[in-house]
Nanobody, 120 residues
Framework: QLQLVEGGGGLVQPGGSLRLSCVASGFTFSNYGMSWYRQTPGKERELVATITNIGTSTRYLDSVEGRFTISRDNAKNTVYLQMNSLKPEDTAVYYC?????????????WGQGAQVTVSS
């Protein structure tokens, strides 16, 4: 059974930092790129950052470029999102994602979500 379990969310003041983690199981982690998305009420889920299967390439949403860093540890089946210089507009539920293509099509798997609140 594929699972993505997130941790590390919370309340932080503007300018502060948080690190999200996502522990994966039920698939060969090192074979797949991983992503972080976020969503606020009334808005569509948006892609924040993505990393290739062995971590050689990353991409970021323009608004987080230079402040957020996605990384992974394939020995621990874990992907991270380090968030620095947080702003109130970063407040959202953050989701870990893996997209798996099989004979039956493309399936997106999601974690349960981690609430990040940036407020003074």
């Amino acid at each position: 059974q594929l699972q993505l379990v997130e941790g590390g969310g919370g309340l932080v003041q503007p300018g502060g930092s948080l690190r999200l983690s996502c522990v994966a199981s039920g698939f060969t982690f090192s074979n797949y790129g991983m992503s972080w998305y976020r969503q606020t009420p009334g808005k569509e889920r948006e892609l924040v950052a993505t990393i290739t299967n062995i971590g050689t390439s990353t991409r970021y949403l323009d608004s987080v470029e230079g402040r957020f860093t996605i990384s992974r540890d394939n020995a621990k089946n874990t992907v991270y999102l380090q968030m620095n210089s947080l702003k109130p507009e970063d407040t959202a539920v953050y989701y870990c994602n893996v997209r798996i293509t099989s004979w039956s099509g493309v399936i997106d798997y999601w974690g349960q979500g981690a609430q990040v609140t940036v407020s003074s």
